[in-house]
């Protein structure tokens, strides 16, 4: 259990920032940045952020599952 949850944190620790894009995306913001534009930076953003909840999602339902699954172990 110590050497999963050391892997989780070092994955979690070391990751890297990346931006998932389409392709239409990609290009059009692409060409906003060549003209100077910043909203090719906010759209990155913005794609993340949408990126992040169902990850959330499933990790609180994890967390709440693991909890009701160990009161349930400590009952019987």
């Keep these: 259990m110590r050497s999963r949850a050391l892997v989780c ?3 979690l620790v070391g ?3 990346s931006f998932a894009q ?4 990609k290009a059009s913001a692409e060409a906003a ?3 100077g534009d910043t909203i ?3 759209l990155n ?5 949408l990126m992040a909840f169902p990850y959330l999602t499933l ?9 009701h699954n160990k009161k349930r172990q400590a009952k019987d």
Excluded: H, T
């Design 9 to 11: 944190l070092i994955l």
């Design 15 to 17: 990751q890297m920032q």
């Design 22 to 25: 389409c392709a239409m995306c």
């Design 33 to 35: 940045q060549k003209e």
């Design 40 to 42: 090719a930076d906010g």
């Design 45 to 49: 953003v913005g794609i993340l952020y």
């Design 59 to 67: 990790a609180v339902i994890a967390i709440l599952w693991y909890r």
